[in-house]
């Protein structure tokens, strides 16, 4: 089965910074395109950073110049720097991957388990 295994979330103050890491496994990485959304609490899943098998990186506004994007198709994993962390990036952040297993003739969306972020002081 495919696995989407988030880590580095945790505690950072304003202004901090950290390293978000996806592994992905049972997937056809380098043809998938990855991306992080994030769910506050009382608000909707959104898109925070997408990067396409081409190497097309697209960004929210709000993180815009604050996160990166980036992916190690050798390692088949996704990483989501995020600088300057701000309280309003406070969300649970998941893994997001849009592909297909090897015997799979189609593509469809795999997620992983989420990892939360708390920016406070």
């Known amino acids: 089965q495919v696995q989407l295994v988030e880590s580095g979330g945790g505690l950072v103050e304003p202004g901090g910074s950290l390293r978000l890491s996806c592994a992905a496994s049972g997937i056809r990485f380098r043809t998938s395109t990855m991306g992080w959304y994030r769910q506050a609490p009382g608000k909707q899943r959104e898109l925070v950073a997408s990067a396409t098998s081409g190497g097309n990186t697209n960004y929210e506004d709000s993180v815009q110049g604050r996160f990166t994007i980036s992916r190690d198709n050798a390692k088949n994993t996704v990483y989501l720097q995020m600088n300057n962390l701000k309280p309003e990036d406070t969300a649970v952040y998941y893994c997001?991957?849009?592909?297909?297993?090897?015997?799979?003739?189609?593509?469809?969306?795999?997620w992983g388990q989420g990892t939360q972020v708390t920016v406070s002081s």
């Open positions: 997001n991957a849009n592909g297909r297993r090897w015997l799979d003739d189609y593509t469809r969306d795999y």
